[in-house]
């Protein structure tokens, strides 16, 4: 069945393994990431939020097994889904929970909101409504670091929907001909809002990058130790001056395009809930918890322990945000510009 065509193509193998503590590293960051989002559709379902949200449910180990080999002077960009993005990027709850609720304690002081998380001391260029807007930002991060020469790479995160759009041609040709520190990743969860990746996307996704004789990488996106090893592979190169890299991630959106979509379709349907069931299946962070266990890296009490402890830290980002403060509608012509301060 198309959707579930994982079949991996890949420039070169990496035989490096994380560690038992890496494992659980990544586990609990897909843990933080499930269980926040858990909640925001509970509570955008609720009414309790001021906008819409889009869910990272079920593509978590594309963002943490990517953001595992950056460290927080390389930059990342993202999507509207941007969520799992910021805190895989080691970006605060709190912060991110506050934006989400339109609160001055937010990451962007509640101007933002769900679509604009950013958090540029830890490199994360923002959450971005503009379908395909991060390449061109990523590209942009990474010409200056090859300018400056200070080591930094910059990571693109961007759907296959976003692959569609020309800004990917120019950023693959002139990120190759300048041979500059960026990683393209493409999150083909093969759905553009309500239209199946495969009514509007021809040929091969990762086929676009090697056009440019760009090194690819095609990966399970729902297994995190595949996708943590293409990008060490694709960070490595990239720090070592070899250019940017391309990893196309098979996963697959799990919620709606984003949450209470189901009242704009109005009974319509665009996927069957088979498919939705199949992929629930191959669940990122269940396919970890039984490599975790199998390995011996943890026993099922630990990652209950650990389970307890990340719905504390969901409920503690809730109750801070529920405590904010309204944004400040005098600041939203202001702040607009590096340098200026509220
Ligand atoms: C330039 C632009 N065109 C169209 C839209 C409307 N839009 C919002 S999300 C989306 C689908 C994006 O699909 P994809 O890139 O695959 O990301 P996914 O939602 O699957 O994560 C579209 C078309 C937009 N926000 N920006």
């Known amino acids: 069945m198309d959707s579930l065509d994982t079949r991996v193509e890949q420039t070169g193998q990496s035989n490096t393994e994380p560690s038992h503590p ?4 990544l586990y609990e960051r897909m843990l933080l990431i499930r269980r926040t989002e858990e909640r925001l559709s509970a509570e955008s379902m609720a009414g309790s939020l001021p906008g819409a949200v889009h869910l990272y449910i079920g593509e978590e180990a594309v963002a943490v097994g990517v953001s595992a080999q950056l460290g927080d002077r390389d930059y990342a960009t993202s999507t509207h889904r941007g969520h799992g993005h910021f805190l895989a990027k080691g970006g ?21 909101g769900s ?12 959450a ?3 379908v395909g807007a991060g390449l061109a930002i990523a590209t942009g991060a990474a010409y200056g670091a090859k300018l400056d020469s200070d080591g930094k790479v ?23 001909l300048w041979q500059l520190p960026v990683i393209f990743v493409c999150e083909n969860n093969l759905f553009s809002e309500f239209t199946p990746s495969r009514e509007v996307t021809a040929g091969r996704i990762a086929g676009r990058a090697r056009a440019f004789a760009m090194p690819t990488h095609e990966v399970d996106g729902n297994d995190v130790v595949a996708v943590w090893q293409a990008a060490a592979q694709a960070v ?15 996963t697959y959106r799990i919620q709606g395009h984003f949450e209470a979509e189901s009242f704009v379709l109005a009974g319509g349907r665009y996927r069957e809930d088979a498919e939705i069931d199949e992929w629930r299946m191959r ?43 309204p944004a400040d509608p005098e600041l939203a012509l202001t702040l607009m510009f590096a340098g200026e301060e509220a």
């Open 236 to 250: 490595g190169r990239a720090r070592a001056g070899g250019g940017p890299s391309f990893i196309e991630a098979r």
């Open 154 to 176: 910059a990571v693109c995160f961007f759907g296959d929907g976003a692959s569609n759009q020309g800004v990917l041609m120019e950023t693959l040709n002139v990120s190759t």
């Open 128 to 130: 971005n409504g503009i």
């Open 92 to 112: 605060d709850l709190n912060a991110m929970m506050a934006e989400i609720w339109g609160k001055r304690e937010g990451i962007c002081r509640g101007m933002g």
């Open 283 to 325: 669940d990122p962070i269940a396919t970890l918890a039984s490599r975790l266990v199998a390995s011996g890296a943890a026993d099922a009490a630990t990652l209950d322990e650990l389970d307890v402890r990340v719905r504390q830290r969901v409920a503690d980002a809730v109750a801070y945000a529920e405590a904010g403060q």
């Open 22 to 25: 890496e494992l659980l590293e």
């Open 115 to 126: 679509m604009h998380v950013a958090d540029i001391s830890k490199g994360i260029l923002g």
